[in-house]
Every structure is written in structure tokens, then in C-alpha cells.
């Protein structure tokens, strides 16, 4: 049976009991009876509601049982009160009726007449007579304990101490014996010397039985007041240790759960049978959450709370199995022998009362259990009988067809775990080698063309996956490393040697292949060259990027030409470092003067000794020689005093020039920019006048990825926000736009809300790349390979690979782990300009629609706590849905129960 969420039972209020004629429990109200205004329910026995109680309230399930066992009341009208200071006398009363005394309390005949010191109020007189005969306070003790007791104040209306009320339970649940052999021990807490010595050794035994704890700064506190919320968390922990219960409490060990009974065995053997109600809770031994009644089973001892054959309350004591169980797959079910065979063809003998549940704990019959059912037979050890008294139908053989998208598959154990689109819960099938797979048009594909994220129709017989059929393709990317070897003849497929897995792998390449090369701008794959160490992005196996990590081509900026002999073309220089490089020349080779090609004869004219020269080699081989005109690189020494400054360029040169004038600098974004503007690390590039002697100009160099805020489209220009939060308005007329994926883009393709990466080289844009993040739901999660299958607002499935650089974050916020990420997740995925993917996930607000302003496109939604946020702006292509049906706002109406999904605090998902 699925649990009741604390809005079925215990949210809407606390399960309560009125006990009518009964006094309520306040020191300032007399022999009254309670009223209650809460609902009551079909027993007339039980009524709902605490108002002062709300669901999420530390104390609600201690509270909710010590009402439901008749132990506690309310103040009057539905109130409990639970931050008010409990009375001596009303612990007595409490005490008294958890011990089960309520009859003894209302038998009692004698007038006792109780010390002259120890005044009482009327109601509360045969509960502190009974207390006392019980053994729970004596007169003499309290009489020392109050050695100047007046009647100002009553001694039943004064406030239970801490200490005062451990002794109280420790007595109540028959544990003097073990506070008597503590009571040498010093307690742990911070004010022990606080602690009277008679208390002593109950508080230890309490702290030994976990009913009460200290605080958060080490105390006990022992003589701090307790408030009615503790008392009944005291009472309530205490009573899994005590001999005596209510009436209404029973404590045994479970032997059936159904949907609508549970079953009790008590110590002596005997059996009873209670009803489920719709408004039952259910708690475990960990904590004080609430439980699902799945996490019960058989033969765990459980204490519950029952009125009139109705348990309302259910607690596990301990989580202990006392079974015997067997797991496998019917093969033979003998109702005439009650007998049951498994696939481990033995046959087990069955009770003729044996009880039959599905997975869930809904009740079914002997005959409703199909052959080939995976079921679970259990015979508990608390009985001496060897026949099975319970069967759990695990799973029942599926015949289906349906469509879905895969989540996860396991090639090895040969499983597929999908998530169908008519349901939503995930199914796991194993499927066999014979099993048929297709594409949509029946083109017959292997197992190796089905990846998770894949949506498919899949038919399944006697659970197992014999058909499937791939209706809808996910986007799988992956990288892969290696040294390049070569490409086809016509340059459609790479071949690389990997550095794992196969020797030589071949990879086809997309249309739009984008070459990325330190240093060398807009590389082409006619760019690469044996031996260099690349990554490649693989979309759907072809690949779309190509980065050299690591290449074979050397770089010589600014070395220094020593001689040229033009017979042998024989060429000799000096590079940064002073070591001497000599190389062969050859007529292929790129020659370029101030950026203009030259012919390979005017080499010798132009390119003369003492000129400085930047030279790209590979395998010794000459590949271009230009005239050092511009020097790239980074920023590693910056001296106004003495004029200095030091590049490091791509290849690993450091060159130091003296500014012997002011040079030119020009900063992204900042006009009028100045050498102090300048800082270490920065990229740059160095121009020099024509004689080389001269730094002219510093450009720097900076690509930033900016989020889209507004856009012109009259005047081209978007004004954007980085990482800082600052503003910048960009004009965009004339600039070449492209997407992700390198195709042309226009600036209507430019969204609010989206990301755009610009290059700036100075202050002039040479490159604006439009970046739209991954945004949807978290389908799959491969923690162990940190990737996700997300499936898109478009219903389209991706999956993306995290590798190891990446980051995860709530709402852009606090920094989660990958495996914290789970399915049904709503994200947003984009990479930044270190190619480190960023993951956010978005909050979940489950809130009421109040209305929706189109003019400020903003939802309005209505406080569920105080200082709760009510008004939300909603993304530009935000997703609103019921199920797979989109929902516009306008349709909304007030009262509508919605679940907000928030990524950097704005609507990006409803779901109605």
C-alpha cells in the first residue's frame, strides 16, 4: 500500500483522540471537557486536527501518538499548545494513562488526602493519588525537594524540570532498577555538577534508553523547564522500553500488511487483525520521518496505535527479519497439495490461511498468481511450522508492447531499464542475442547501434524483450584521444592511432569539423600533421571538433635570420633562446611580408640577416616563413617603472621588449585604455613597427561568454552580462554569427535568456558564437561515466558525456556532486570557455497559481510560508505542460497546483 503523504493524515493536522468527560491537560483550566472542532472521521472516536500543530513541526508524530493513545489532549478548540511549560500534575496525568491506568484513575474511591505542601488541582487528584501509589513520586522525596513550598504556587501547577521528569518516566516504564546501578555515573554533559544527585542516575538510564538528549552545546539543562512538545517526545520514545501500555497501543511482531489490514503476533503467540485506514501513518526506528508502508515487512516488531480495530499510527520497534525466505520463478503452483515449486525445483509446503500481496501490499488470491510470477515465499521463526505463510508476488510475466525511451543498457548482463512514455515509471527487461532490432524504416541494426537515450517501441514476452524498434535516435557525444595518422583521400574520415582501446580507429567527419590549434587561427583540418595529439568530439559517431592537445609543430617567434644562402636555400637562425637552427628550404613553403603573400624568389631580397623572422617547422621541415611583424602570447611581465614587458608566446618563447615609447592599447570593452590597464596573464599580441626595433600597439586578446539580456534587432546590437554581473551593449552589424555547431546564424537567432561567446582582439569582435544550453529532463544519470540522458522541451533525448572537467550546481548556487543528480531532475547544460561543462539543477517549488501578468511576463503564485517568494519571471521559451501536453499560461486558473522548476531564479518548467 503506498503511504499516505502527511497531507492525507498528519498534514491537514494530527491524528487526535477526544475522550469525552476527560479534563483537558492546562494548569489554568478546571475539570472541563474538551472540545474539539477538527473533523471527524467515519469512528466517531478519532477527529483530526491541531491547529496550532503544522505538519513539519519537530514534534508532530510523537504528539499525533500520545492523542491517538488517549495520553495527551488539547487546551480547548483544536489547540495543543506544544511551546507551553508542562505541570508537575499533568506529567502525572500523562504518565498514568500511558501505564494503561486510565480505569484504575476513574475506579478510584477513597479521598486520599495528600500532604499539606503537594496541592493539586481537582482534576488532576486521582492521577497524582495513582502516580504515587505506583511508585512514580514519593511524598517524602518531593517534600525535600521543595523544602519551601507555600501555597502561592501549587505544587501540581508548577513547571516540570528536565530532571524532575526523566526520574517521572524512568519510573513509569519500570526502570528504576538500571537508574539505580547509574547512579554513580557522571553524566557526559557540560552541566553535570547541575544535576541534583538523586536525579543522577535516571537521566543517565533515559540518555541510555534514548529518550531524552542534551543540546547542541553539550547541556542537559536539568533544571529547564519542559515544554508539552518534549513531554509527549519523552513519553512516546519511552514507550518501546516499557511493560505497560494505553489500551489503545499494541506492540508485536507484524505478520501480514495488506492495503486495507496489518497483523500483529504478540509475546505470548496470540494473533489479532486491525484495520488499515486511509489517514494511517507510518514511522520507522531511524528517525522521526515518515515511512512508506513498503519499507514494513513481515515479522518486524512494530508498536500501533488502534481504535476500535482501526490502526491509525504504526511504528517499527526494530528492523529485524525472523524469516525464512526463498526468491525465484514460479514454475508450479499446487493448490490442491498447497504446494509451490521455484526455479530451484523445490517444492516448498504452504499454509492453507498463507496470505498473497503484490509488490505494492495489495491483497491478492492463491489463484490470481500466474506461472512464471517472481515470487517470494517467506515462513516466519517466530512460529513452529514448516509451511509458508506468505507469498510476494514480485513480478508477473509481461506481454507488452509499448514505446519509451532507454535509460540505461547493459550489454554484459544483457538488460534494458526504459522509461515508458505512458506511465513514466521506470521498467527493467533483460533480452536475449536473438532479440530482433530495427530501425524505423526495418533496416535490421545490432545492439551496438542502440544507445541509451534512444526512444524506441519495444515488445516484450514473458518479460522479456524479443522486438525493438528505434523510432527516435539520441544525440550520444563522446570524446575520444589520440595521435593523428591521416585522412581518407577525400578527407571524410580521420584516422587515429588511440591511446586506448583499438590500435587505429577511423572516425567520419561532419560537415561543419571545426579545427582548433593553439596559436594558429581559423586552423582547417589541411592544418594537421602527423603525429599531433588530438581530441575528438564525436556527435552520433561522426565528429564535429578537432583540438590539437599536443602537436608535433614547432613554432619559432622572432628568430633572428643569420644568413640565407640562395644556391642551396640553405637558411640559418638564432631563435629566442640564442640556440642556433639551421633548415633546408623548399619552393611549397608559405612566405609572408606585412600579411601579403610573397613568391619563394623574393625570399632572398626581402628576408635578409639581422631580420627577425617567425617560422613554423614541423619534422624540420620549413612550412611558412613570415616577417615578425605581430607577436602572440601571454602577458608574463609587466614594468612601468623600468618600461619592460615580457611575452610568453604560444610556443613557450619568453621575449622581453623595452617600450621605449608609449605603445597603443586597446582592451575589450574599454575604450581609452592605458598600459595600466594591462595585467599578467592577460593574452595579448605585440605589434612592432617596420623596422622591429619598436612595440607600436598591445591588443589584447579575450573571448568571454556573455548571457543574452536584450536585443535590437534595428540597430543589431544585444546588450549582454558577464560573469560579474556587469552590462555591456554590443554592436553585432557586420558581424559574422555563428552557431555551436559552426553554421551561419542570423541575429533573430540570437534569444534572450541564451549565451553568446564573443573574441574580441581589442576592442573589435572578430568572432560571436551563439551558445543555447541544454535545458530539460534528467531521463538517465551514468554516475559512474558522468553522463546524463536529458530529453529536451521538444521531447528530443541527448546524452551528454560531463568527462571529468565540470561542475554541478542548485539553481547556479550551492555545489552539488554528479551522483546527487538524479532522474527527473529538470537541468541546464553548456560548456564555458575552458570547455568545462556546467550543470545546473534547477529547484522544485511546489506552489498554488495565483495569476500570470503577460505585460511583465511574470507568475504570480501564492504564499505557502511567511517570506515566501510569490512572483517569478518565466524564461522566453519556458515549457508548461500537463503530462506531454502543453498547457499555455493563459489557460491557468487560481487554485491551480503547480510544480515550479527555477534555474537562475526564473521559471524555466511548469508543470501543471
Known sequence: MKNKQLASAIVSSLIITSLAGTPVLAASVNNSTTTSTSTTTANSNVRLSFNDVSSNYWGIRHISKLALEGVIEGVGDGIYSPETSVTQQD????????MGL????????????????????????????????????????????????????????????REWVAEVVIRAIGKASLAESLSGNATSFTDNTQISSSALGFINAAVALKIVDGFEDGSFQPKGAVTRAQMAAFLSRSQKDSTTLPERA?????????????????????????????????FGNKNDQAISSKELQETYEISIVQVNGTAYYVEILSDKLHMDIHEGQLLKLNLTGMKATLD??????????????????????????????TIQIRKSQL??????????????????????????????????????????????????????????????????????????????????????????QADVGTSVEGTFKQFTDDHSTILINKTSGKTVDAFELSNNASVVIDGLTNASMYDLAAGD???????????????????????????????YQDSSKFLSVIDNAGNPNAYILTDGISITFNGSKLPFSSFNSVFTPGKYVDVLVSNKKVLSIQMSTQLDGVLTQLNLQTNDVTLKTDSGQSLTFKLNYTPIVELANKPNSTLADLKVGDKVSLLLSYDQTTVTKIVTTNTTIYKTLLTNANLKQATVMDTNNTNYTIPLDGISLVKADGTSAVFADLAIDDYVKLTFKGLTITKAELITPIRGKVTAVNAAGTSLTVQDFTGKS????????????????????????????????????????????????????????????????KATNTGDRTAYNVFPRAYFHTGSTVVPLTSYVTGDQLNLYILDNKIVEIEK
Open 344 to 373: 530451484d525445483y523445490e517444492s516448498y509446503d504452504l499454509a492453507s490461511d498463507v496470505t498473497v500481496t503484490d509488490a505494492d501490499g495489495r491483497g491478492l488470491s492463491l489463484g490470481e498468481i500466474v506461472t512464471g510470477s
Open 102 to 161: 486510565q480505569s484504575e484513575v476513574d475506579n478510584l474511591k477513597s479521598d486520599t488526602v495528600f500532604p499539606g505542601f503537594l496541592l493539586v488541582d481537582n482534576y488532576a487528584r486521582n492521577y497524582v493519588d495513582v502516580a504515587e501509589k505506583k511508585g512514580l513520586i514519593s511524598w517524602e522525596q518531593e517534600k525535600l525537594k521543595n523544602p519551601g513550598a507555600t501555597t502561592a504556587v501549587k505544587w501540581g501547577q508548577q513547571k516540570a524540570t
Open 250 to 282: 499494541k506492540k508485536g511482531y507484524m505478520t501480514s500488511l495488506t492495503s486495507e489490514s496489518i497483523g500483529l503476533m504478540d509475546k505470548d503467540g496470540n494473533t489479532s487483525t486491525y484495520k488499515i485506514s486511509a489517514n494511517t501513518v507510518f
Open 533 to 563: 595529439q588530438l581530441k575528438l568530439d564525436v556527435l552520433n559517431n561522426k565528429v564535429t571538433k578537432i583540438t590539437v592537445i599536443n602537436r608535433s609543430i614547432e613554432n619559432l617567434y622572432f628568430a633572428k635570420i643569420v644568413s
Open 91 to 98: 506529567v502525572l496525568i500523562m504518565a498514568t494513562r500511558m
Open 798 to 861: 541527448q546524452v551528454i558525456n560531463a568527462g571529468s572537467n565540470y561542475s554541478v550546481k542548485v539553481n547556479g548556487g550551492a555545489d552539488l556532486s554528479f551522483s546527487s543528480i538524479k532522474v527527473g531532475d529538470r537541468v541546464q547544460l553548456m560548456k564555458d570557455i575552458n570547455d568545462k561543462m556546467l550543470i545546473q539543477v534547477a529547484t522544485l517549488s511546489k506552489r498554488e497559481f495565483d495569476q500570470y501578468s503577460s505585460t511583465l511576463n511574470q507568475v504570480y503564485v
Open 383 to 472: 512460529v513452529d511450522s514448516d509451511k509458508y505463510t506468505s507469498i510476494i508476488v514480485k513480478q508477473v510475466p509481461v506481454n507488452k508492447t509499448a514505446l519509451g525511451d532507454i535509460q540505461t543498457l547493459n550489454k554484459e548482463a544483457m538488460q534494458l531499464t526504459l522509461l515508458p512514455s505512458e506511465t513514466g515509471e521506470p521498467e527493467t527487461f533483460g533480452f536475449s542475442s536473438n532479440v530482433v532490432a530495427t530501425l524505423a524504416d526495418n533496416t535490421l541494426i545490432s545492439m551496438d547501434a542502440i544507445h541509451v537515450g534512444d526512444t524506441v517501441e519495444y515488445t516484450v514476452k514473458n518479460s522479456e524483450i524479443v522486438k525493438i524498434i528505434v523510432k527516435k
